[in-house]
């Protein structure tokens, strides 16, 4: 059994976590979001989790996982019994309901500071640069075929360029590209 003392302990060392004392109930935020929340007795801890998984969760453990109130439904959110957790599966629960609110930047930083995720396989696509180009090319000819002639050839070009930090990344863009293009001559 985990105590409150030891949530309280990891969930404020979390980046852009901060403690409230809300109604009686110890809650913790990431901004205005509320990620975890612990009951006034000390009994039970409510987190953040996909509203779509919630269900399974339950169904998984039921002595375990509960469903949040009715009210409480619409919010992603469940609960869990302290008694029915060891230190180790708290970390994981405190610390998948943080990574799920927070940015994903701050979470991903976290990840790798922690050793859950290797450095190289982040991959911030919206820091990349990006470059939009344009191209034009186009001719006038003349041929002689039996009765003369001329033609016209114009071709327009316009792509975008993204700047990978990812060596596997780089890899798997052109992989689609050349599959694509496989696709397109077959």
């Known amino acids: 059994m985990v105590t409150v003392e030891e949530i309280r302990a990891l969930a404020s060392g979390l980046p852009r976590s901060s403690e409230a004392f809300v109604r009686g109930q110890v809650k913790f935020r990431i901004g205005q979001i509320v990620w975890l929340a612990l009951s006034r007795d000390g009994s039970t801890m409510g987190f953040a989790f996909p509203k779509e998984l919630r269900n399974a969760l339950v169904e998984s453990d039921p002595e375990k996982f509960s469903l949040p109130s009715k009210s409480d439904m619409r919010y992603h959110w469940a609960h869990v019994r302290l008694e029915a957790i060891d230190?180790?599966?708290?970390?994981?629960?405190?610390?998948?309901?943080?990574?799920?609110c927070a940015p994903k930047y701050v979470a991903e930083e976290y990840a790798?500071?922690?050793?859950?995720?290797?450095?190289?396989?982040?991959?911030?696509?919206?820091?990349?640069?990006v470059y939009v180009f344009g191209e034009y090319s186009g001719g006038l000819g003349l041929f002689d075929g039996g009765g003369g002639g001329f033609y016209i050839a114009n071709a327009y070009h316009l792509g975008v360029a993204y700047s990978l930090q990812s060596q596997s990344t780089k890899q798997l863009i052109l992989q689609t590209i050349l599959s694509s293009i496989s696709v397109c001559i077959k």
Do not use: H, I
Request: glycine share 4%; aromatic share 16%.
């Open 87 to 100: 230190e180790d599966e708290m970390r994981e629960l405190v610390e998948d309901a943080w990574a799920f």
């Open 112 to 129: 790798v500071s922690q050793g859950y995720l290797e450095v190289s396989q982040t991959v911030r696509f919206w820091k990349a640069p």
